[in-house]
Structure formats: structure tokens, C-alpha cells
């Protein structure tokens, strides 16, 4: 007597539920790492700009929001408190970015995700 192989429908059940869990959660999760590339783009493009030297660090921030709005950066990621400029022993400066994303999942469960990014400037920013 010949076997019948293959998935039952239970065990084809479980794993349509296991892989609906991870869909559901890379929908969630998926778009804000794909903002968190804008800002990264957004700022290399703020960093390699000719005329940095003769910018104040609120333009700098100003410029860092427009260019974002091109990369479909929401404007609440990139507030004042977000944005900073540091300078460095080396005479130089770096544009820090440090944000956090909380991201409804279920009910009243939360993913909370931590970006940080530093580009470094070609010249020292005077605050």
C-alpha cells in the first residue's frame, strides 16, 4: 500500500498563522526603516553641500527638514530635538541625528525603535 505524503491542513494552518504574524509585523515595521534611509539620504546630501561654511546651525537644520521632506520624512521626525551639531577636536563638525519611533502593533502593545545616524561635515559649524 502506497503512503500519501504532503502537509495536513492543520499543520498547513499553522504555518499560514506564522507567516501572517511576521507579515503583519514587517508592515508595521517596514516603513520606518525606509524613512530612517531618507534621513540618512537627507543628510549626506545636507553634508556634501559646497556652501556648509557659510551656514548657521539653523539652516543647517532647516535644510536637513527640506531635503527630508523629499524623501517622505515625516517633520516630527526631524524636530529641533533631533537634530545636532557637534563639533569635534579634529576642527571639523558632525550632523547627529538621534530619534525614536514608537510603532503601534496590538491593542496597547508598542514596537519602539531607536535611530541614530552621525555624518560627519566638511568644516566646523560656529553654534
Known amino acids: 500500500m502506497k503512503r500519501q505524503s ?5 499543520g498547513f494552518v499553522i504555518i499560514l ?3 501572517a504574524f511576521f507579515g503583519y509585523t514587517a508592515m508595521k515595521l517596514v516603513p520606518a526603516y525606509i524613512e530612517y534611509l531618507g534621513v540618512v539620504k ?11 561654511a557659510s551656514k548657521s546651525p539653523e539652516e543647517i537644520r ?4 527640506f531635503k527630508g521632506s523629499f524623501q ?8 529641533g530635538g533631533a537634530v545636532h551639531i557637534v563639533n569635534n577636536a579634529k576642527g571639523g563638525s558632525v550632523l547627529q541625528v538621534k530619534y525614536d519611533k514608537k510603532i503601534p502593533w496590538i491593542y496597547n502593545i508598542d514596537f519602539l525603535v531607536h535611530f541614530e545616524k552621525s555624518v ?7 553654534e
Request: aromatic share 2%.
Open 17 to 19: 498563522v506564522v507567516v
Open 120 to 126: 560627519p561635515l566638511a568644516v566646523q559649524v560656529q
Open 62 to 65: 532647516s535644510d536637513l527638514g
Open 42 to 52: 537627507a543628510m549626506n546630501q545636507v553634508a556634501s553641500e559646497p556652501n556648509l
Open 72 to 79: 517622505y520624512v515625516d517633520d516630527n521626525t526631524l524636530n
Open 6 to 10: 504532503g502537509i495536513t491542513l492543520i
